[in-house]
């Protein structure tokens, strides 16, 4: 599949909507909430949302998000680590990937079963060992230890048409700065949604996320 996996799906799928380069990470989200807190995150205007696997039954999560959402916005899964989590989110309805880590087994095991991968990358090697796997995206994690000027240096050498995420204590008044270094987008965490947070505050976070993208990319 080709790295432009993300955006042609996102094209396909969410036809009506602006995709904004952004996803939101849920982490510790409950079955429960999963679903009103997906409409509230799309109503904002982000259309790629996460649950890390290391949420309270993340399965059910997902597979309750994508019921309410449907097509509006894609919904994966973060922090996946084996093969068989891989498998066990397809399952459940998942569409993408996501990894802390740049494990080639688990993007093989992505792409094989046709939903988007964006492993976790530091350096150059990672980087280039990720996109010979077949990543749709790196995931530049912790973005906050090498910043943007590491970044910038990477992504002099990475190819062009390969998406470039910061993800790990980037915040909205940093979104220009990582923009300039040849960031595309952006992964929210706790910014975003903490355990305990009420719909209506994940609601006003997300339009403060978005409100701070289309400031940068229009």
């Given at each position: 599949?080709?790295?432009?996996?993300?955006?042609?799906?996102?094209?396909?799928?969410?036809?009506?909507?602006?995709?904004?380069?952004?996803?939101?990470?849920?982490?510790?989200?409950?079955?429960?909430?999963?679903?009103d807190?997906?409409?509230?995150?799309?109503?904002?205007?982000?259309?790629?949302?996460?649950v890390?696997?290391?949420?309270?039954?993340?399965?059910?999560?997902?597979t309750?998000?994508?019921?309410?959402?449907?097509?509006?916005?894609?919904?994966?899964?973060?922090?996946?680590l084996?093969?068989?989590d891989?498998?066990?989110?397809?399952?459940?309805?998942?569409?993408?990937?996501?990894?802390?880590n740049?494990?080639?087994?688990?993007?093989?095991?992505?792409?094989?079963?046709?939903?988007g991968?964006?492993?976790?990358?530091?350096?150059?090697t990672?980087?280039?060992?990720?996109?010979?796997?077949?990543?749709?995206?790196?995931?530049i994690?912790?973005?906050?230890?090498?910043?943007?000027?590491?970044?910038?240096?990477?992504?002099?050498?990475?190819?062009?048409?390969?998406?470039?995420?910061?993800?790990g204590?980037?915040?909205?008044?940093?979104?220009?700065?990582?923009?300039?270094?040849?960031?595309?987008?952006?992964?929210?965490?706790?910014?975003?949604?903490?355990?305990?947070?009420s719909?209506?505050?994940?609601?006003?976070?997300?339009?403060?996320?978005?409100?701070?993208?289309?400031?940068?990319?229009?």
């Open positions: 599949m080709a790295p432009s996996y993300v955006a042609e799906q996102i094209t396909d799928a969410v036809s009506g909507s602006k995709h904004r380069r952004l996803i939101a990470i849920l982490r510790g989200v409950k079955p429960v909430e999963a679903a807190m997906a409409r509230a995150l799309v109503a904002a205007g982000i259309t790629m949302i996460e890390p696997l290391n949420s309270p039954e993340p399965l059910k999560s997902i309750a998000m994508k019921e309410a959402v449907g097509d509006s916005a894609l919904i994966g899964a973060g922090t996946v084996t093969t068989e891989v498998a066990n989110v397809k399952a459940a309805s998942g569409e993408f990937i996501v990894s802390p740049c494990d080639i087994e688990v993007i093989a095991k992505t792409k094989e079963l046709g939903m991968s964006w492993p976790g990358v530091l350096t150059p990672e980087c280039f060992a990720a996109i010979k796997a077949g990543a749709d995206g790196l995931k994690f912790p973005a906050s230890i090498i910043g943007a000027d590491g970044i910038k240096a990477m992504r002099a050498v990475l190819p062009a048409s390969m998406p470039v995420y910061a993800v204590g980037v915040g909205p008044d940093d979104f220009a700065t990582y923009a300039k270094a040849g960031c595309d987008g952006f992964g929210l965490g706790s910014g975003i949604y903490k355990p305990g947070m719909v209506a505050a994940v609601s006003d976070a997300a339009v403060a996320y978005v409100r701070a993208h289309d400031a940068v990319f229009g």
